[in-house]
Nanobody, 119 residues
Framework: QVQLVESGGGLVQAGGSLRLSCAAS????????MGWYRQTPGKECELVAG???????YYVDSVKGRFTISRDNAKNTLYLHMNSLKPEDTARYYC?????????????WGQGTQVTVSS
């Protein structure tokens, strides 16, 4: 099973940028589709972006044109580049193995990283 550690969150003003990282253990990372999810209290967890093992990407409409998901298989690391951040992007962000065909998480995620966007 892949173990995941998210990092890179923080407090940023609206319009700012952050890069989240997700470091994965094990040797199977390059074969996995991966996704970034976010959750705020009282709301369902939302898949924000996903990337297949081959590099095909998915984005939820609210982040298209602002967020970019990428992966470095040599470093076993998944990234989420977030630009033009909005207060509504405030959430705890998690990464997890994801089936891009069905947009479903199928593995565990780490402890997450908090992103707070001030207006």
């Amino acid at each position: 099973q892949v173990q995941l550690v998210e990092s890179g969150g923080g407090l940023v003003q609206a319009g700012g940028s952050l890069r989240l990282s997700c470091a994965a253990s094990g040797s199977i990372f390059s074969f996995l589709g991966m996704g970034w999810y976010r959750q705020t209290p009282g709301k369902e967890c939302e898949l924000v972006a996903g990337i297949s093992s081959g590099g095909s990407a998915y984005y939820v409409d609210s982040v298209k044109g602002r967020f970019t998901i990428s992966r470095d298989n040599a470093k076993n690391t998944l990234y989420l580049h977030m630009n033009s951040l909005k207060p509504e992007d405030t959430a705890r962000y998690y990464c997890a193995p994801t089936r891009l065909a069905t947009l479903e998480k199928f593995g565990s995620w780490g402890q997450g990283t908090q992103v707070t966007v001030s207006s």
